[in-house]
DNA sequence: GGTTGTCAAATAAACGGTTAGTTGGTTTAT
DNA sequence: ATAAACCAACTAACCGTTTATTTGACAACC
């Protein structure tokens, strides 16, 4: 009984940053930039406000850390297979099923951050990558040129959110193995 | 000589409230509900603000009625041709192209009234019209059916819309060209 | 082993500016 | 004259950010 009892509350930087980190997430998921608040973040990290300053600078800057953060896992964690596009957008599409928040993210900061300049860390230098890897694929062979890289590497974006709770179409969510089927045929399609 | 000196100065609630729904309509476009100013649309419109809550109600509302007003041209400007989707798609380009207003203000609206049930105008009329129509080229065989009515709108939209200034990708602006060919052969392939 | 100094972590409270919405009166067309 | 169109000024609430202060961890010292 000496030390605490509570160990949630024993003082730790970093681990309250990560809480307020998540807290930020969620918020600006649902709200966005202007449409987030300070004090819900704070109440949802179960930290004071005052500590999205000290540590982030702002509401901005916190924004900016949340994409960094976040938005940047989708490069890692879905890996890129240029001579099989089809596989790519499936395992894109499961992605952004299980972790809503980033296109959700992702869509907020095209909208509220144009003029900024700020991008994700390595946002567009995984673009740039993923074109490249492409259009090597094409070179090889592997992959037939009717498209540009650019077009393919768009459209297979595009086809893989196509279905997603943020658009247009509202899915009625039972139907998603067969929009799964659907959004890889669709890319097959472009690579035949 | 009698009537009105200055056209401009006459008072017409019409005209002012058709001045307010355009400034309304650039304000939210740029900022969303959340980070639009009631007072900037009413500097805009050279009006004053309180008319806005005398013609429209409050502040939702009258995003509401620009919702209604702008986005429901696109379902009427742009003909929809089931048995052609890949011109549809071609002519979906352009519009998109030509008002780039309506996609940022359907994004604005897909991420801030979610709950709240309001769509505009028939929007969803409009969307179950065409699916039935590709349905019905479906079974005329007119259309192949490798894909459900639902998958060929949500996929044609979304190349559609692939290629615009609001999505991932920043298209620098001088392939539009490039880049209309190659969703409405992109579309094409779906319906092959 | 207990006391004390020190610094980071955390907090409560307020500040200053902003903003959606209102009111009460004035102008204008008919 | 009357009703509708319009406006300047106001208000009450809200919200991002700052400040002053307190709390806890840990090490130096006796």
New interface residues.
Partial sequence: MSQQADPARTRDAEATRARLLQAATEEFAA?????ARVDRIGVRAKANKALIYTYFGNKEQLFDAVMDTHVTRVLDEVPFTPGDLPGYAGRLFDFLLANPHQL?L???H???RPSTGHEPDGLRTS?RQKTHAIARAQTGGQVPA???A??L???T???A???MP????AAGGQDVE??RA?VV??VR??V?
Same sequence: chains 1, 2.
């Fill in positions: 709200h966005g930039i202007a449409g959700r992702a869509t907020w095209r909208l509220e673009m009717a498209f540009t650019e077009d590497l768009v459209f974006l595009a086809l959110s196509a279905w943020t658009s247009p179409m067969r929009h659907a045929e669709a399609r472009l035949a």
